[in-house]
Nanobody, 115 residues
Framework: QVQLVESGGGLVRPGGSLRLSCVISGLQLSIYTLSWYRQAPGEQRELVAS???????YYQDSVKGRFTISKDERLNTMYLQMNSLKPEDTAVYYC?????????WGRGTQVTVSD
C-alpha cells in the first residue's frame, strides 16, 4: 500500500524558515518524479518544486533561491527546505509521487506565514 505523509508545517513569521518532510512508503523513489504542490484558500493547486531521478530540480519562479527540494532514498523521504518565507507562501503543501500513469498524493500540511 502506497502512503505519503507530510509533516513540518506550522506558523512562522515572515523571513523565517521551515522544512517540510514527506515520508513515502510502498514505492521505489528512484523511478518516480517527486514534487511539492501547494494550494492557498480560493486558489488552484500549483506546482512548487519537483525532482525526477537524477535530473536537475524544477522550481516555480516565485520560490527560486528560497526553496530547496531534496530526497533521501535510504529513508524514503523527500524534503522541502523553505527559507525567507513570505505571507504569500501561506498554503497547504502537498507531496506527490508520479510515474507514468501512477500518481500518489499526501494529505497535506498547513504552512502559515504571518506576524
Amino acid at each position: 500500500q502506497v502512503q505519503l505523509v507530510e509533516s513540518g508545517g506550522g506558523l512562522v513569521r515572515p523571513g523565517g524558515s521551515l522544512r517540510l518532510s514527506c515520508v513515502i512508503s510502498g514505492l521505489q523513489l528512484s523511478i518516480y518524479t517527486l514534487s511539492w504542490y501547494r494550494q492557498a484558500p480560493g486558489e488552484q493547486r500549483e506546482l512548487v518544486a519537483s525532482v525526477a531521478g537524477g535530473g536537475s530540480p524544477y522550481y516555480q519562479d516565485s520560490v527560486k533561491g528560497r526553496f530547496t527540494i531534496s530526497k533521501d532514498e535510504r529513508l524514503n523521504t523527500m524534503y522541502l527546505q523553505m527559507n525567507s518565507l513570505k505571507p504569500e507562501d501561506t498554503a497547504v503543501y502537498y507531496c506527490q509521487a508520479k510515474h507514468f500513469g501512477l500518481n500518489y498524493w499526501g494529505r497535506g500540511t498547513q504552512v502559515t506565514v504571518s506576524d
